[in-house]
């Protein structure tokens, strides 16, 4: 059973960076996938970027595009989003999730394993 701890969230202004972390325990294979979605208030979650283990990553172009990087530490099984030039309308819980086959996906059906989220809200 994998478990998987986000933290790193928190409360800053428009234009002002935070880096989200996302550590995994109790992971048995090494081709996973992990991913970051969030879910603004009152709206559905949505995909935010996801990364291979091989360090393939995919984004939501729409929404994150050079604003927002994943990235991995395999040797301490954590992931992060590096978010830079936040706007109120990042505003969200972030989640941290993961798929132990396949590819990189949007679809958060596809993943397996979520945290419990962490707050991130960007005042204007």
């Known amino acids: 059973q994998v478990q998987l701890v986000e933290s790193g969230g928190g409360l800053v202004q428009a234009g002002e960076s935070l880096r989200l972390s996302c550590t995994a325990s109790?992971?048995?294979?090494?081709?996973?996938?992990m991913g970051w979605f969030r879910e603004p208030p009152g709206k559905e979650r949505e995909f935010g970027a996801a990364?291979?283990?091989?360090?393939?990553?995919?984004y939501n172009l729409d929404s994150v595009k050079g604003r927002f990087t994943i990235s991995r530490d395999g040797a301490k099984n954590t992931v992060y989003l590096q978010m830079n030039s936040l706007k109120p309308e990042d505003t969200a819980v972030y989640y941290c999730a993961e798929r132990t086959w396949g590819d990189t996906s949007t679809r958060a059906y596809d993943y397996r394993y979520w945290g419990q989220g962490t707050q991130v809200t960007v005042s204007s």
């Open positions: 109790g992971r048995t294979c090494s081709n996973y996938v």
């Open positions: 990364i291979r283990w091989s360090g393939g990553t995919l």
